[in-house]
């Protein structure tokens, strides 16, 4: 049985960093390309960063030069660097292997 379990979500101020991971299991995060999704009540999920099986990256207008989405076989984990986060970042953002599982998703709020 394919588990993801995000965590890191939390409370941050403006121009604050977070790293959002997550555990899979059940699965090989080496073998699929991952990805990281946010959603915000009353709009779609939307694509936030993806990472191919063989390492290609790509990231939504939003999140380029901010966001980093990296991967640790080793872990079987997947992570997102979240830096200089802005209010419009605030979500609950889901680990996503593409095409099949989703985590419970985990809430980032950025406020002062």
């Known amino acids: 049985q394919v588990q993801l379990v995000e965590s890191g ?10 790293r959002l991971s997550c555990a899979a299991s059940g699965t ?16 779609e999920r939307e694509l936030v960063a993806r990472l191919s099986s063989s390492g290609w990256s790509n990231y939504a207008d939003s999140a380029k030069g901010r966001f980093t989405v990296s991967r ?7 992570y997102l660097q979240m830096n ?9 953002y889901y ?4 095409g099949g599982f989703w985590g419970q998703g985990t809430q980032v709020t950025v406020s002062s």
């Open 28 to 43: 090989r995060v080496s073998m699929y390309a991952m990805a990281w999704y946010r959603q915000v009540p009353g709009k």
């Open 72 to 78: 640790d076989n080793a872990k079987n984990m997947v």
């Open 95 to 98: 680990c996503n292997q593409v």
């Open 9 to 18: 979500g939390g409370l941050v101020q403006p121009g604050g960093s977070l």
């Open 84 to 92: 200089s986060l802005k209010p419009e970042d605030t979500a609950v």
